[in-house]
């Protein structure tokens, strides 16, 4: 399917302020490219065609922290251009014994023995783990994973759920470190697709459900043994209920997408919907998680 991209000048200053725009409204189809060495930068943006193209930065542009360089750069993407202009941005990474690695690097990457690899083609959706938010949450599962083994528990009977599932990467994660029971939903139709595309490139269809869901349909009637949620905080906190409700005893809540000066609005808010669980947060740059783990 041909794309349309949208592609516009900021000062290279203002990288930060507008990436953190971004991330905070979760405005879907926008990233920043940014040239270190010439000290460029700009917002682009993918859509389906050149009038959503036009109507999401007259969304966008009042709600940009710097001033526009230059004026809208308007061309239509074949969609091998987009993949290849994403490989700039998206590099193979590890926590522990597992990878996560980019698909157009496969026949070169080296594996040490013993390591697990997730093979990762994101498309229009996000979540490779190049970014603080999907590292947090990556790392708490594989901190589990090694707990788990060490204290000889079951995964049997073990449900995880990857709320706001993205390109899949931390369900698909917790398949690729044992874990049976797997689900993800996203209310983005675009990324269950290509969770599913990510889970065939890594021989796991099948293994993971994904479906279309929210916070209220996707939890409903669910009990998790682990709960991820890399969700922006505002989110979170309205929904704090229905995350707490999913969660069975004995079981672990993780909850990223969370700003550093958000965290502590976070854990206050569920200290009240989860009294009695045990909490702990940590800081990666300028964003945090928290983790809940409830009473037997």
């Given at each position: 399917m041909d794309l349309v991209e949208i592609k516009i000048e900021i000062p290279a200053s203002g990288v930060e302020a507008a990436d953190t725009v971004l991330l905070e409204l979760g405005l879907d189809g926008w990233s920043l490219l940014e040239d270190v060495i010439a000290k460029r930068a700009w917002v682009v943006g993918i859509f389906p065609s050149e009038a959503e193209v036009r109507s999401r930065w007259a969304e966008l542009r009042p709600l940009l922290p710097v001033e526009p360089m230059s004026e809208?750069?308007?061309?239509?993407?074949?969609?091998?251009?987009?993949?290849?202009?994403?490989?700039?941005?998206f590099k193979a990474w590890q926590f522990g014994r597992l990878h996560w690695v980019p698909v157009w690097?496969?026949?070169?990457?080296?594996?040490?023995?013993?390591?697990?690899?997730?093979?990762?083609?994101?498309?229009?959706?996000?979540?490779?783990?190049?970014?603080?938010?999907?590292?947090?949450?990556?790392?708490?599962?594989?901190?589990?994973?090694?707990?788990?083994?060490?204290?000889?528990?079951?995964?049997?009977?073990?449900?995880?759920?990857?709320?706001?599932?993205?390109?899949?990467?931390l369900a698909l994660s917790a398949a690729k470190l044992g874990f049976h029971d797997i689900v993800g939903f996203d209310n983005d139709p675009e990324a269950v697709r290509v969770s599913e595309e990510n889970a065939e490139l890594n021989a796991l269809a099948g293994r993971v459900e994904f479906f279309v869901g929210d916070l209220i349909s996707g939890l409903k009637d669910r009990s998790a043994g682990v709960l991820l949620a890399n969700i922006l905080a505002d989110v979170l906190i309205r929904f704090a209920g229905e995350l707490v409700g999913a969660v069975a005893p004995r079981g672990t809540l993780i909850l990223s997408g969370i700003l550093a000066v958000e965290n502590t609005q976070v854990r206050t808010a569920f200290s009240k919907a989860a009294p009695g669980w045990a909490m702990n947060h940590r800081v990666m740059g300028e964003w945090s998680d928290v983790v809940l783990i409830r009473p037997a």
């Open positions: 809208p750069a308007v061309r239509l993407l074949a969609d091998a251009d987009w993949r290849d202009s994403y490989k700039a941005h690097e496969r026949e070169s990457y080296k594996l040490s023995a013993g390591d697990e690899v997730l093979w990762l083609d994101p498309g229009l959706a996000f979540g490779t783990g190049n970014h603080e938010t999907t590292r947090l949450c990556v790392e708490r599962l594989a901190a589990l994973d090694a707990e788990l083994t060490a204290s000889g528990r079951s995964r049997t009977g073990l449900l995880v759920i990857d709320a706001g599932c993205g390109s899949g990467i």
